[in-house]
């Protein structure tokens, strides 16, 4: 029994009588506890016994462009592929993959059961990033890979790769699959400024010889350093009035049409989003890569820091008497301009040795 024991010294009190005041604690209860009963204790008694109900429906995400942030719902998008030839090229035709014009024109199964696709992550490393979610487009003869009207294709080596996606309202003609994204509503309303972040990887499946192509945006090598970013598209759903909407952004200014990539999605002349995806070079196999995307090996770069530590050496004499040189084998240089040409453009001479200079 679980009580308040006090010990009291009997020779600390004196006098004839002692009063002690114990104190009692009590606890009224009434005796009818209907309304507790049916306020309290039946909600929290339910609450205990039933489990938290999450919301595992997924919404339709529709596609959009985005300009001066505002978001503009689209009717279709397109997607168009380019392989690497026997000459180490890009190509977007369909001999490339080895269909030639009698497998168009009779649509054969191996054309068809060809396909296009589209996964998408929740982060863009490779080697950590989960599977949400994607989508299988399938190959289309659509009009932009007919000869004429009556249906017939276009010979193998002239019919683009491409696929042009609709909305199953507006374009009931075009291929619908793979125009929307299906996810979790709640992902997007929870997160910060309703915005939620996928990142796109897709792969060509050809049923022709088997062989599984990574696509990226990006047109050329992907060096490991730079694989997170160029591999991966980002995708961005996002709620904006009333609506579920995703657009296309990239992750690296080199994937953007105007730096080389495939992206024009926010920014296109036709109206319509397009995408070209390329496919990966794992290994350099001829194809010119930019310095810029390059990295450079560690004998390169010491290589490199010896050039510079020997131009730090130069005495000013020696700069200067190159200099010179270089200014005197310029003026013997015939550029072949007229005399309106100079002088539209300015001095020759100053133009070809800024040239000069930069170049040493």
């Known amino acids: 029994m679980f009580v308040n024991r006090k010990k009291i010294r009997v020779g600390s009190f004196t006098g004839s009588s002692i009063n002690i005041n114990i104190s009692m604690q009590t606890n009224i209860n009434p005796l009818d506890n209907e309304d507790v009963v049916k306020s309290t204790f039946v909600k929290k008694e339910v609450e205990k016994s039933i489990n938290e109900i999450f919301d595992h429906k997924k919404v339709r995400f529709k596609p ?30 369909y001999d490339v993959l080895g269909f030639n014009s009698e497998n168009l024109f009779c649509r054969v199964n191996k054309l068809i059961k060809s396909y296009l696709t589209l996964d998408y992550y929740d982060s863009n490393n490779s080697t950590q990033n989960n599977f949400l979610t994607g989508s299988n487009i399938y190959t289309q003869i659509g009009s932009d890979q007919l000869r004429n009207t009556t249906g017939v294709p276009k010979k193998a080596n002239e019919c683009p790769i491409s696929y042009r996606l609709g909305s199953p309202t507006l374009r009931p003609d075009m291929v ?21 972040v996928m990142y796109l990887s897709p792969t060509y499946q050809n049923a022709n010889n088997g062989k599984v192509s990574i696509m990226s945006p990006y047109k050329g090598e992907i060096i490991p350093a730079l694989a997170e970013d160029l591999q991966y598209t980002k995708v961005i759903l996002k709620y904006y009035n009333g609506l579920f909407l995703y657009t296309i952004a990239p992750n690296n ?15 296109n002349s036709s109206g319509v989003p397009t995408i070209t995806f390329y496919e990966s070079i794992p290994n350099n196999i001829g194809i010119k890569i930019p310095d810029i995307d390059r990295e450079a090996s560690k004998e390169e770069k010491e290589l490199a820091e010896q050039e510079r530590e020997r131009e730090r050496k130069l005495s000013e004499e020696e700069i200067e008497e190159e200099t010179t040189n270089d200014e005197s084998a310029i003026e013997l240089v015939d550029v072949g301009f007229t005399d309106e040409q100079e002088s539209a453009t300015g001095e020759v001479g100053d133009g070809v040795g800024a040239t000069g200079t930069g170049v040493g």
Do not use: C, P, T
Not at 66 to 90: A, R
Not at 253 to 267: A, H, L, S, T
């Open 253 to 267: 200014i080199r994937q953007m049409k105007d730096n080389g990539g495939g992206i024009d999605w926010n920014n």
């Open 64 to 93: 959009a462009i985005v300009k001066n942030n505002k978001w503009k719902v689209v009717s279709e998008v397109k997607y168009i592929l380019n392989f690497i030839d026997d000459d180490d090229e890009y190509s977007n035709f």
């Open 176 to 196: 619908h699959e793979g125009f929307h994204i299906y996810w979790y509503a709640s992902d997007v309303l929870n997160s910060d400024n309703n915005e939620y």
